[in-house]
Protein backbone atom coordinates (compact mmCIF):
# COMPACT_ATOMS: atom_id res chain seq x y z
CA UNK A 1 0.00 0.00 0.00
CA UNK A 2 1.34 3.34 -0.63
CA UNK A 3 2.23 5.97 2.34
CA UNK A 4 -0.82 7.92 3.35
CA UNK A 5 -2.31 10.74 1.44
CA UNK A 6 -5.13 13.45 1.11
CA UNK A 7 -7.52 11.04 0.05
CA UNK A 8 -7.20 9.62 3.63
CA UNK A 9 -10.46 10.40 4.84
CA UNK A 10 -11.27 9.82 8.20
CA UNK A 11 -14.21 11.09 9.99
CA UNK A 12 -12.87 14.18 12.23
CA UNK A 13 -14.42 16.82 10.07
CA UNK A 14 -17.52 15.35 8.94
CA UNK A 15 -21.32 16.80 9.88
CA UNK A 16 -23.43 14.01 11.00
CA UNK A 17 -26.43 15.91 12.26
CA UNK A 18 -29.85 14.15 11.15
CA UNK A 19 -27.93 11.51 8.70
CA UNK A 20 -28.61 8.07 8.19
CA UNK A 21 -24.63 6.47 8.70
CA UNK A 22 -23.94 2.99 7.91
CA UNK A 23 -20.95 1.23 9.89
CA UNK A 24 -19.28 -1.65 8.69
CA UNK A 25 -18.27 -3.25 12.33
CA UNK A 26 -16.41 -5.98 13.28
CA UNK A 27 -18.35 -7.93 15.60
CA UNK A 28 -17.10 -11.26 14.52
CA UNK A 29 -16.41 -12.11 18.38
CA UNK A 30 -15.81 -15.82 19.96
CA UNK A 31 -18.73 -17.03 21.39
CA UNK A 32 -18.98 -20.01 24.22
CA UNK A 33 -21.26 -23.23 24.01
CA UNK A 34 -23.90 -21.32 25.49
CA UNK A 35 -23.67 -18.67 22.51
CA UNK A 36 -22.55 -16.02 24.91
CA UNK A 37 -19.47 -13.65 24.00
CA UNK A 38 -15.97 -14.74 25.71
CA UNK A 39 -14.17 -11.17 24.50
CA UNK A 40 -15.76 -8.80 23.44
CA UNK A 41 -12.59 -6.82 22.45
CA UNK A 42 -14.21 -5.99 18.93
CA UNK A 43 -17.40 -4.32 20.39
CA UNK A 44 -15.59 -2.32 22.70
CA UNK A 45 -13.04 -1.17 19.33
CA UNK A 46 -16.39 -0.12 17.98
CA UNK A 47 -17.75 2.37 20.50
CA UNK A 48 -15.59 5.37 20.07
CA UNK A 49 -16.87 5.78 16.30
CA UNK A 50 -20.44 4.87 16.56
CA UNK A 51 -20.67 7.39 19.49
CA UNK A 52 -18.72 10.02 17.39
CA UNK A 53 -21.49 9.84 15.17
CA UNK A 54 -24.75 9.81 17.76
CA UNK A 55 -22.60 12.88 19.57
CA UNK A 56 -22.72 14.97 16.70
CA UNK A 57 -26.83 13.86 16.07
CA UNK A 58 -26.72 11.18 13.38
CA UNK A 59 -28.06 8.04 13.60
CA UNK A 60 -26.20 4.71 13.16
CA UNK A 61 -26.98 1.52 11.55
CA UNK A 62 -24.35 -0.83 11.85
CA UNK A 63 -23.43 -4.00 9.41
CA UNK A 64 -21.14 -6.78 10.47
CA UNK A 65 -21.01 -10.75 9.82
CA UNK A 66 -20.19 -13.45 12.65
CA UNK A 67 -18.43 -16.35 11.43
CA UNK A 68 -18.77 -18.65 8.43
CA UNK A 69 -22.45 -19.72 7.85
CA UNK A 70 -22.83 -22.15 4.97
CA UNK A 71 -25.59 -19.78 3.71
CA UNK A 72 -28.96 -18.98 4.86
CA UNK A 73 -30.24 -18.10 8.39
CA UNK A 74 -28.09 -20.15 11.11
CA UNK A 75 -28.97 -19.53 14.61
CA UNK A 76 -25.38 -20.30 16.01
CA UNK A 77 -24.25 -17.53 13.46
CA UNK A 78 -26.84 -15.17 14.38
CA UNK A 79 -25.95 -11.21 15.73
CA UNK A 80 -28.62 -11.44 18.69
CA UNK A 81 -25.85 -12.04 21.35
CA UNK A 82 -23.97 -8.92 20.47
CA UNK A 83 -26.97 -6.82 21.03
CA UNK A 84 -27.55 -6.79 24.76
CA UNK A 85 -23.35 -6.82 25.15
CA UNK A 86 -23.84 -3.58 22.58
CA UNK A 87 -26.20 -2.05 24.33
CA UNK A 88 -25.11 -2.20 27.64
CA UNK A 89 -21.70 -0.33 26.03
CA UNK A 90 -23.37 2.69 24.37
CA UNK A 91 -25.93 2.88 27.14
CA UNK A 92 -28.86 2.64 24.90
CA UNK A 93 -31.43 0.23 23.43
CA UNK A 94 -30.51 -1.36 20.03
CA UNK A 95 -33.23 -1.86 17.57
CA UNK A 96 -32.12 -5.15 16.08
CA UNK A 97 -33.49 -6.26 12.80
CA UNK A 98 -33.64 -9.89 11.98
CA UNK A 99 -34.66 -10.26 7.99
CA UNK A 100 -31.68 -8.12 6.18
CA UNK A 101 -34.18 -6.76 3.60
CA UNK A 102 -37.54 -6.72 4.55
CA UNK A 103 -40.06 -4.07 4.83
CA UNK A 104 -39.32 -3.92 8.54
CA UNK A 105 -35.82 -2.85 8.33
CA UNK A 106 -36.77 -0.54 5.21
CA UNK A 107 -39.56 0.72 7.90
CA UNK A 108 -36.56 1.21 10.92
CA UNK A 109 -34.26 2.50 8.67
CA UNK A 110 -36.62 4.89 6.98
CA UNK A 111 -37.88 6.71 10.39
CA UNK A 112 -34.70 6.69 12.70
CA UNK A 113 -34.31 9.92 15.15
CA UNK A 114 -31.73 11.24 16.18
CA UNK A 115 -29.55 9.11 18.46
CA UNK A 116 -30.91 5.50 17.37
CA UNK A 117 -28.99 2.15 16.63
CA UNK A 118 -29.79 -0.23 14.13
CA UNK A 119 -28.48 -3.75 14.00
CA UNK A 120 -28.46 -5.36 10.94
CA UNK A 121 -28.65 -9.35 11.06
CA UNK A 122 -25.11 -11.15 9.63
CA UNK A 123 -24.27 -10.47 6.46
CA UNK A 124 -22.94 -13.42 5.34
CA UNK A 125 -26.47 -15.15 5.89
CA UNK A 126 -26.42 -13.76 2.22
CA UNK A 127 -24.14 -15.46 -0.07
CA UNK A 128 -24.16 -12.34 -2.59
CA UNK A 129 -22.13 -10.62 0.63
CA UNK A 130 -18.87 -12.86 0.13
CA UNK A 131 -19.56 -12.62 -3.69
CA UNK A 132 -18.85 -8.41 -3.53
CA UNK A 133 -22.48 -8.42 -5.47
CA UNK A 134 -23.12 -5.27 -6.19
CA UNK A 135 -27.01 -5.35 -6.80
CA UNK A 136 -26.55 -6.66 -3.17
CA UNK A 137 -24.42 -3.67 -1.69
CA UNK A 138 -26.91 -1.37 -3.41
CA UNK A 139 -29.66 -2.20 -1.83
CA UNK A 140 -27.19 -1.88 1.40
CA UNK A 141 -26.43 1.93 0.39
CA UNK A 142 -30.11 2.84 0.03
CA UNK A 143 -30.54 2.35 4.14
CA UNK A 144 -28.11 4.93 4.61
CA UNK A 145 -26.66 8.57 3.53
CA UNK A 146 -22.78 8.19 4.82
CA UNK A 147 -21.06 5.14 4.70
CA UNK A 148 -18.11 4.48 7.34
CA UNK A 149 -15.81 1.22 7.31
CA UNK A 150 -14.69 0.83 10.80
CA UNK A 151 -13.89 -3.36 10.15
CA UNK A 152 -9.88 -3.70 9.59
CA UNK A 153 -9.90 -7.37 9.95
CA UNK A 154 -12.35 -7.56 7.09
CA UNK A 155 -10.81 -5.08 4.79
CA UNK A 156 -8.53 -7.49 2.59
CA UNK A 157 -11.85 -9.26 1.52
CA UNK A 158 -13.37 -7.28 -1.48
CA UNK A 159 -16.67 -8.15 0.01
CA UNK A 160 -20.12 -6.12 -0.90
CA UNK A 161 -20.45 -4.40 2.12
CA UNK A 162 -16.35 -3.88 2.61
CA UNK A 163 -15.64 -2.76 -1.07
CA UNK A 164 -18.36 -2.75 -3.10
CA UNK A 165 -20.76 -0.84 -1.62
CA UNK A 166 -18.37 1.97 -1.05
CA UNK A 167 -18.99 2.69 -4.65
CA UNK A 168 -22.81 4.20 -3.93
CA UNK A 169 -21.11 6.95 -1.62
CA UNK A 170 -19.49 9.22 -3.51
CA UNK A 171 -17.64 12.14 -1.31
CA UNK A 172 -19.91 10.56 1.73
CA UNK A 173 -17.55 7.57 2.06
CA UNK A 174 -14.91 7.53 5.47
CA UNK A 175 -12.38 5.43 7.47
CA UNK A 176 -13.98 4.88 11.03
CA UNK A 177 -11.26 5.65 14.35
CA UNK A 178 -10.29 2.18 14.81
CA UNK A 179 -9.34 1.29 11.14
CA UNK A 180 -7.70 5.14 10.51
CA UNK A 181 -5.59 4.40 13.50
CA UNK A 182 -5.01 1.04 11.88
CA UNK A 183 -3.64 2.25 8.85
CA UNK A 184 -1.67 5.26 10.75
CA UNK A 185 -0.13 2.87 12.93
CA UNK A 186 1.17 0.35 10.53
CA UNK A 187 2.07 3.50 8.18
CA UNK A 188 4.88 4.53 10.92
CA UNK A 189 6.07 1.05 10.71
CA UNK A 190 6.12 0.76 7.21
CA UNK A 191 6.86 4.24 6.00
CA UNK A 192 8.36 6.19 8.73
CA UNK A 193 10.40 3.87 10.60
CA UNK A 194 12.89 5.16 12.88
CA UNK A 195 16.59 3.11 12.78
CA UNK A 196 17.34 0.39 14.17
CA UNK A 197 14.17 -0.97 12.69
CA UNK A 198 13.77 -4.94 13.88
CA UNK A 199 10.68 -7.15 12.83
CA UNK A 200 10.59 -10.38 14.69
CA UNK A 201 8.65 -12.84 12.37
CA UNK A 202 7.47 -16.53 14.13
CA UNK A 203 4.85 -18.70 13.31
CA UNK A 204 4.46 -22.80 11.82
CA UNK A 205 5.38 -22.30 8.42
CA UNK A 206 7.94 -19.49 6.34
CA UNK A 207 5.45 -20.28 3.57
CA UNK A 208 3.06 -18.20 5.00
CA UNK A 209 5.38 -15.35 5.72
CA UNK A 210 7.67 -15.20 2.27
CA UNK A 211 5.69 -11.70 0.81
CA UNK A 212 6.29 -10.29 4.43
CA UNK A 213 9.50 -10.92 4.45
CA UNK A 214 10.40 -10.02 1.26
CA UNK A 215 8.41 -6.49 1.57
CA UNK A 216 10.12 -5.65 4.84
CA UNK A 217 14.21 -6.53 3.65
CA UNK A 218 14.31 -3.49 2.42
CA UNK A 219 12.85 -1.72 5.09
CA UNK A 220 14.77 -3.22 8.17
CA UNK A 221 17.38 -3.31 10.00
CA UNK A 222 17.08 -6.68 12.07
CA UNK A 223 15.04 -9.63 10.81
CA UNK A 224 14.45 -12.18 13.68
CA UNK A 225 13.18 -15.50 12.65
CA UNK A 226 11.67 -17.68 15.12
CA UNK A 227 9.01 -20.73 15.94
CA UNK A 228 8.99 -23.41 13.58
CA UNK A 229 9.28 -21.68 10.70
CA UNK A 230 12.93 -21.05 11.98
CA UNK A 231 13.87 -24.59 11.16
CA UNK A 232 13.69 -24.07 7.47
CA UNK A 233 16.03 -21.16 7.53
CA UNK A 234 18.18 -23.66 10.10
CA UNK A 235 18.02 -26.96 7.20
CA UNK A 236 18.97 -23.98 3.82
CA UNK A 237 21.86 -23.16 6.37
CA UNK A 238 22.79 -26.79 6.63
CA UNK A 239 22.10 -27.77 10.17
CA UNK A 240 20.47 -31.22 11.14
CA UNK A 241 16.98 -30.29 12.56
CA UNK A 242 15.49 -34.07 13.50
CA UNK A 243 11.89 -34.26 13.23
CA UNK A 244 11.51 -30.56 13.25
CA UNK A 245 9.14 -28.66 10.98
CA UNK A 246 10.71 -28.34 7.43
CA UNK A 247 9.31 -27.18 4.64
CA UNK A 248 11.66 -28.79 1.99
CA UNK A 249 10.05 -26.90 -0.86
CA UNK A 250 10.69 -23.41 0.60
CA UNK A 251 14.71 -23.94 1.42
CA UNK A 252 15.84 -22.55 -1.88
CA UNK A 253 12.94 -19.15 -1.11
CA UNK A 254 15.14 -18.90 2.18
CA UNK A 255 18.33 -19.13 0.43
CA UNK A 256 17.03 -16.46 -1.87
CA UNK A 257 16.03 -14.09 0.57
CA UNK A 258 19.17 -14.49 2.93
CA UNK A 259 21.17 -13.89 -0.16
CA UNK A 260 19.05 -10.46 -0.64
CA UNK A 261 19.55 -9.66 2.98
CA UNK A 262 23.39 -9.89 2.96
CA UNK A 263 23.05 -7.57 -0.38
CA UNK A 264 20.37 -4.94 1.77
CA UNK A 265 23.19 -5.35 4.47
CA UNK A 266 20.17 -6.61 6.78
CA UNK A 267 21.19 -8.70 10.15
CA UNK A 268 19.45 -11.72 10.52
CA UNK A 269 19.24 -13.93 13.83
CA UNK A 270 18.01 -17.26 13.96
CA UNK A 271 17.83 -19.50 16.98
CA UNK A 272 21.06 -20.63 17.81
CA UNK A 273 19.50 -23.08 20.72
CA UNK A 274 16.01 -24.59 20.73
CA UNK A 275 13.26 -26.74 23.67
CA UNK A 276 13.29 -29.87 21.84
CA UNK A 277 11.21 -33.01 22.49
CA UNK A 278 10.09 -36.43 21.67
CA UNK A 279 6.38 -35.83 21.00
CA UNK A 280 4.22 -32.70 19.87
CA UNK A 281 2.72 -33.17 23.38
CA UNK A 282 3.05 -30.87 26.73
CA UNK A 283 3.60 -34.83 28.21
CA UNK A 284 6.58 -35.36 26.09
CA UNK A 285 10.06 -35.24 27.38
CA UNK A 286 12.17 -32.34 26.87
CA UNK A 287 15.45 -30.62 26.76
CA UNK A 288 17.55 -28.20 25.90
CA UNK A 289 19.93 -28.43 22.12
CA UNK A 290 21.77 -26.73 19.66
CA UNK A 291 19.59 -25.71 17.13
CA UNK A 292 21.58 -27.53 14.07
CA UNK A 293 21.95 -30.17 15.97
CA UNK A 294 18.94 -32.11 16.62
CA UNK A 295 18.59 -35.77 16.64
CA UNK A 296 16.16 -37.58 14.58
CA UNK A 297 13.95 -38.66 17.73
CA UNK A 298 13.50 -35.05 18.77
CA UNK A 299 11.99 -32.07 17.49
CA UNK A 300 12.26 -28.15 18.19
CA UNK A 301 9.09 -26.73 19.77
CA UNK A 302 10.52 -23.25 20.95
CA UNK A 303 13.77 -21.26 20.96
CA UNK A 304 16.63 -22.04 23.80
CA UNK A 305 17.49 -19.44 26.55
CA UNK A 306 20.37 -18.14 24.56
CA UNK A 307 18.43 -17.39 22.18
CA UNK A 308 16.53 -15.74 24.33
CA UNK A 309 18.40 -13.55 24.90
CA UNK A 310 20.23 -12.78 22.22
CA UNK A 311 16.64 -11.39 20.54
CA UNK A 312 16.34 -9.53 23.64
CA UNK A 313 19.26 -7.54 23.37
CA UNK A 314 18.66 -6.95 19.79
CA UNK A 315 14.94 -5.26 20.58
CA UNK A 316 16.21 -3.42 23.40
CA UNK A 317 18.66 -1.85 21.03
CA UNK A 318 15.86 -1.01 18.59
CA UNK A 319 14.12 1.97 17.85
CA UNK A 320 11.29 0.48 15.96
CA UNK A 321 10.00 -2.69 16.39
CA UNK A 322 7.14 -4.96 14.66
CA UNK A 323 6.19 -8.13 16.09
CA UNK A 324 4.39 -11.10 13.98
CA UNK A 325 4.12 -14.71 15.04
CA UNK A 326 4.88 -16.51 18.61
CA UNK A 327 8.34 -18.34 18.90
CA UNK A 328 7.37 -21.44 19.59
CA UNK A 329 4.39 -23.72 20.50
CA UNK A 330 3.11 -21.40 23.39
CA UNK A 331 0.11 -22.83 24.34
CA UNK A 332 1.85 -25.40 25.41
CA UNK A 333 3.00 -24.67 29.06
CA UNK A 334 6.72 -26.27 28.50
CA UNK A 335 7.01 -25.15 25.43
CA UNK A 336 5.90 -20.88 25.60
CA UNK A 337 8.87 -19.65 27.20
CA UNK A 338 10.40 -18.32 24.06
CA UNK A 339 7.67 -16.48 23.41
CA UNK A 340 7.23 -14.71 26.90
CA UNK A 341 10.53 -13.74 26.57
CA UNK A 342 10.20 -11.78 23.50
CA UNK A 343 6.88 -10.24 24.77
CA UNK A 344 8.47 -9.43 27.85
CA UNK A 345 11.27 -7.85 25.85
CA UNK A 346 8.75 -5.76 23.18
CA UNK A 347 7.29 -4.14 26.64
CA UNK A 348 10.48 -3.12 28.27
CA UNK A 349 11.91 -1.60 25.15
CA UNK A 350 8.78 0.23 24.33
CA UNK A 351 8.66 1.79 27.99
CA UNK A 352 12.07 2.77 27.25
CA UNK A 353 10.77 4.89 24.39
CA UNK A 354 10.60 2.51 21.33
CA UNK A 355 7.34 2.56 19.11
CA UNK A 356 6.27 -1.17 19.09
CA UNK A 357 3.40 -2.67 17.12
CA UNK A 358 2.16 -6.34 17.49
CA UNK A 359 -0.22 -7.80 15.34
CA UNK A 360 -1.66 -10.92 14.35
CA UNK A 361 -3.76 -13.80 16.11
CA UNK A 362 -1.00 -15.73 17.99
CA UNK A 363 1.09 -12.77 18.93
CA UNK A 364 -1.70 -10.93 20.01
CA UNK A 365 -2.70 -13.41 22.45
CA UNK A 366 0.67 -13.76 23.74
CA UNK A 367 0.45 -9.87 24.57
CA UNK A 368 -3.09 -10.53 26.46
CA UNK A 369 -1.89 -13.52 28.21
CA UNK A 370 0.97 -11.52 29.69
CA UNK A 371 -1.03 -8.67 30.45
CA UNK A 372 1.35 -6.88 28.09
CA UNK A 373 -1.26 -5.15 26.18
CA UNK A 374 -0.84 -1.43 27.35
CA UNK A 375 3.19 -1.73 27.26
CA UNK A 376 3.14 -2.05 23.34
CA UNK A 377 2.65 0.75 21.28
CA UNK A 378 -0.22 -0.28 19.09
CA UNK A 379 -2.07 -3.88 19.00
CA UNK A 380 -3.45 -4.31 15.63
CA UNK A 381 -7.11 -5.99 15.60
CA UNK A 382 -6.08 -7.43 12.16
CA UNK A 383 -4.81 -10.58 11.39
CA UNK A 384 -4.66 -11.40 7.37
CA UNK A 385 -5.52 -7.70 7.15
CA UNK A 386 -2.29 -6.80 8.77
CA UNK A 387 -0.34 -9.17 7.07
CA UNK A 388 -1.79 -8.02 3.23
CA UNK A 389 -0.91 -4.82 4.19
CA UNK A 390 2.82 -5.11 5.35
CA UNK A 391 2.72 -7.65 2.03
CA UNK A 392 2.48 -4.31 0.12
CA UNK A 393 -1.42 -5.97 -1.28
CA UNK A 394 -4.05 -3.39 -1.94
CA UNK A 395 -6.50 -3.82 0.87
CA UNK A 396 -10.08 -3.66 -1.31
CA UNK A 397 -11.85 -1.94 1.66
CA UNK A 398 -9.24 0.86 2.18
CA UNK A 399 -9.00 1.30 -1.54
CA UNK A 400 -12.22 1.62 -1.68
CA UNK A 401 -12.53 4.15 0.46
CA UNK A 402 -9.63 6.07 -0.49
CA UNK A 403 -10.57 6.36 -4.59
CA UNK A 404 -13.70 7.90 -5.93
Known amino acids: MPK ?37 TRIRESIPTIQKVLNAGGTVILMSHLGRPKGGYEQDYSLTPIVPRLSKLLGRNIIFTRDLFGQKTF ?12 L ?3 LRFYPEEEKGDKKFAKQLASLGDIYINDAFATAHRKHASTATIAEFFPGNKYFGLLLASELRNLNKILHEAKPPFTAIIGGAKVSTKISIIRNLISKVDNLIIGGGMAFTFIKAFGG ?60 GLDIGKKTCRRFAEIINKSETILWNGPMGVFELPNFKQGTKAIAIAVASATISGSFSLVGGGDSVAAINMYNLADQISYVSTGGGAMLEYIEGRELPGVAAIMND
Do not use: H
Open 120 to 122: LEN
Open 4 to 40: LNENFRTIDNVNFKDKKVLIRVDFNVPLDQNRQISDD
Open 240 to 299: EVGGSLVETDRIQDVKDMVQEMMLKGVNLYIPTDAIIADGFSDEANFKESQADDINSDWM
Open 107 to 118: DVCNNLKSGDVV
